[in-house]
C-alpha cells in the first residue's frame, strides 16, 4: 500500500547506470533467497531467486550475489530504467520450513 | 499478480466488527499463506495452509483465524477487528513440489482500514 516504506532507505540512481541493492540475511543455514520488486499500490513481485549452492544467478538485466561467509545477497540491475523504480526487498527461505523471513526493502529511485 | 485474485482490494471497518478477507488462486498450487506489511515491518506470516483444511499459526496470528476447504481458496477472518489490524494484507502461494524452496507468489493485497 502507499503506507509502506515511508522510511526506507533510497538508492538513487541517474538513468542508465547499474544499480546494486544489498540485504543481510539473518540464518546463516538459510538455503533459498528470492528478491522482490513492489511497486506502489502492488503486491510484491518475484524477480529471482538463488539456492545456496551457487554464488551468482543472472536473468535478463539482474543478477543476484550471494556471499554465504558474510550471509549477504545483493541485486545488481543493469542500464537502470524509470519503470525500476519501487521499492525492492529480499526473502530468505527458513530452513526445514516452508516460512520465509522478508527484508524491510530499499526503495530505488531512477533519476532522469 | 497472474492467477492470484484478492478480495476486497480495500475494506474499512469500525472497531469491534468482524471481517472476512479472501484469496482465490488458479493456479492448483499447494501452499498458501497470508501476510501483514506495516511500516517499519517485513511481511509477516500471519497464517498458511499446506493442503485443503490444514493450516497453521505464523508470527503474528493472535486475532486471526483461517480456513481453506478448497484448494483453490484461502480465507482470512478478523474475529473482531481491532485499529492494531489496520494493514495491507498479502495472499501468496507456492508449491514446494520438492522440498520448501520454490518460488512464492503474491497478490495484489487488501487495504484494510480499521476505525
Known amino acids: 500500500g502507499e503506507s509502506v516504506g515511508l522510511h526506507l532507505p533510497t538508492l538513487s540512481v541517474q538513468e542508465g547506470d547499474n544499480s546494486i541493492i544489498n540485504c543481510a540475511y539473518s540464518?546463516?543455514?538459510?538455503?533459498?533467497f528470492i528478491w522482490y520488486k513492489q511497486e506502489s499500490g502492488k503486491g510484491p513481485q518475484f524477480i529471482i531467486d538463488i539456492r545456496s549452492n551457487m554464488d551468482k544467478r543472472q536473468g535478463q538485466r539482474v543478477t543476484v550475489l550471494l556471499n554465504k561467509t558474510v550471509k549477504h545477497l545483493s541485486l545488481q540491475i543493469a542500464a537502470t530504467q524509470p519503470g525500476d523504480s519501487a521499492v525492492y526487498f529480499c526473502a530468505e527461505n527458513v530452513p526445514g520450513t516452508y516460512k520465509y523471513i522478508f527484508g524491510t526493502g530499499t526503495r530505488l529511485k531512477v533519476l532522469a | 499478480d497472474a492467477g492470484i485474485t484478492q478480495s476486497p482490494r480495500h475494506k474499512v471497518t469500525e472497531t469491534g466488527t468482524p471481517v472476512t478477507l479472501r484469496c482465490h488462486q488458479t493456479e492448483n498450487h499447494r501452499y498458501m499463506y497470508w501476510y501483514r506489511q506495516d511500516p517499519g515491518h517485513g511481511l509477516r506470516l500471519i497464517h498458511y495452509?499446506?493442503?485443503?483444511?490444514?493450516?497453521d499459526k505464523g508470527e503474528v496470528s493472535d486475532g486471526y483465524s483461517v480456513s481453506r476447504s478448497k484448494t483453490e481458496d484461502f480465507l482470512l477472518t478478523l474475529e473482531s477487528a481491532t485499529s492494531s489490524q489496520t494493514s495491507v494484507y498479502f495472499c501468496?502461494?507456492?508449491?514446494?513440489?520438492?522440498?520448501?524452496?520454490?518460488?512464492?507468489?503474491f497478490g495484489s493485497g487488501t487495504q484494510l482500514s480499521v476505525l
Open positions: 501468496a502461494i507456492s508449491e514446494p513440489s520438492t522440498g520448501p524452496n520454490e518460488k512464492l507468489f
Open positions: 540464518n546463516s543455514a538459510s538455503d533459498y
Open positions: 495452509s499446506y493442503g485443503v483444511k490444514d493450516t
